[in-house]
């Protein structure tokens, strides 16, 4: 797919609703009595494969135009699959259902796709093996395909190596089923939209510092879920209104849970023009219209307990700190690697195919924007946040950018391009 720049951005957008969220809703609807009804679902092919899941483990579900309808039946409501459940490319669903699959009656095996069979699954392994669930690897690489085998879990006190919300989120789903509760410290605190909507479902989870605590067996009961749009989708238009000249876009209901919303302050370090209006929240998580200016930006540092609250937005943010002026340091940053595709590798190299003087570190990089962006072929490496990233990278490059295997944003964002286009003025 070809991409070259626009004469400005303008307008107002509506962002599909928040990814991490959508998981939830689903997930916890599931494992709650009676209906939930969830309204701005995201129906991107990752939350479709959480869908498949649990509609394979006997949970009806019925989608409509923006409500997604989920009947629960309980915590000891899942039915036996019958065959592997598919995950897909989505890390959040693996790692999310292997905690609730663990303290299930019955066995059950997961896979995904090529990219979710490289993805590390030993960092879940470990704590809920140490709750005593029966999981495992089924080539012993710590990678999916998985076998668990459901079993009676323990309480513990897990001390996290990683700032995971997907860690944390599978000990705690896994903790709804233990005998006594469960903690997870993390080294930084990382997204809480778990802890926030367990709660709201009736479960007794609290919240210190970077620890979070569950009480097992709660009564979940079902509830109505409005979900925000995706603040890390968002970032894509944000960085796009930013860069282009002439702009100004309004983007409606974005979350902006303190968790998640790094890249604001990121972007304010760098001079960069977002200004928040019509706050509200709903169940612990606030949300925002954002009010994007083009603006020049400088370089900054992005590091230490930061980086989880805008991991998925490193690509955007590499994109932005190229068209800055002088340096901006991204350490601390390793996860990157292990994500839907090594993003630290993909970035830097494409990067500088661009023309962008960056330089790849051990666990991040250093970008020394302000040089004029030309146009290259760049491969999404089927990684959504990639294709995404270089669809804005093209804005403010000299020339054409393609981007190979474009097609992967229905990861997270089916209609991204159609969006993009909506707003963005040719010359
Ligand atoms: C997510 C957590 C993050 C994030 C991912 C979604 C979640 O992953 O990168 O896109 O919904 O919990 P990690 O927990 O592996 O950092």
Redesign the pocket.
């Known amino acids: 797919m070809n991409f070259v720049k626009c004469r400005r951005i303008r307008g107002e957008i509506n962002i599909p609703g928040d990814?991490?969220i959508s998981?939830?809703a689903v997930m916890f609807g599931a494992l709650a009595k009676g209906t939930t009804e969830v309204s701005h679902f995201l129906k991107s092919a990752d939350c479709l494969s959480t869908i498949s899941c649990f509609r394979k483990m006997g949970i009806e579900m019925e989608e409509s135009e923006d409500l997604l309808k989920i009947h629960g039946k309980g915590l000891h409501g899942l039915t036996a699959p019958k065959d592997i459940l598919d995950t897909g490319n989505s890390?959040?669903t693996t790692?999310?259902i292997s905690g609730i699959l663990a303290g299930q009656s019955f066995p059950s095996r997961l896979t995904g796709d090529a990219s979710i069979c490289r993805r590390p699954m030993e960092r879940i392994i470990t704590p809920l093996t140490a709750m005593g669930a029966d999981i495992a690897s089924d080539k012993g690489n710590g990678c999916a395909p998985l076998t668990i085998h459901g079993r009676p879990l323990r309480g513990i006190h897990y001390l996290s190596p990683?700032?995971?919300?997907?860690?944390?989120?599978c000990v705690l789903l896994a903790g709804l089923y233990a005998d006594s509760p469960v903690s997870v410290t993390e080294p930084a605190l990382?997204?809480n939209?778990?802890e926030l909507m367990l709660a709201s479902f009736g479960a007794s989870v609290s919240s210190e510092g970077s620890t979070a605590t569950i009480l097992p067996h709660p009564s979940l009961a079902g509830q109505q879920v409005t979900v925000p749009g995706d603040i890390?989708s968002a970032a894509f238009f944000i960085a796009a209104a930013l860069l282009v000249p002439d702009s100004e876009l309004l983007i409606r209901h974005v979350g902006i849970n303190p968790t998640r919303d790094g890249i604001l302050r990121a972007i304010e370090a760098m001079g960069g023009s977002v200004e928040k209006l019509n706050i509200s929240s709903q169940a612990g998580e606030p949300a925002a219209d954002l009010l994007v200016r083009s603006s020049s930006l400088h370089g900054t540092v992005i590091e230490g307990a930061m980086i989880?609250t805008l991991?998925?937005e490193i690509p955007v943010l590499a994109v932005l700190a190229s068209c800055a002026e002088g340096e901006t340091v991204i350490r601390d940053a390793a996860?990157l690697k292990i994500?839907e595709s090594n993003r630290l590798d993909i970035m830097v190299r494409s990067l500088a195919a661009m023309g962008v003087d960056i330089t790849g570190t051990e666990d991040g990089m250093i970008i020394r924007g302000g040089k004029p962006l030309h146009g290259a072929v760049v491969d999404s490496h089927l990684d959504h946040r990639i294709a995404m990233a270089f669809a804005i990278a093209a804005m403010a490059a000299d020339g054409v950018t393609t981007i190979e295997r474009a097609e992967c944003v229905d990861i997270s964002y089916p209609g991204f391009y159609d969006d993009l286009r909506r707003i963005a003025e040719p010359f």
């Open positions: 990814k991490s998981h939830r890390g959040t790692r999310l990683v700032a995971s919300a997907q860690v944390k989120s990382s997204r939209h778990t890390s989880p991991i998925d996860e994500k």
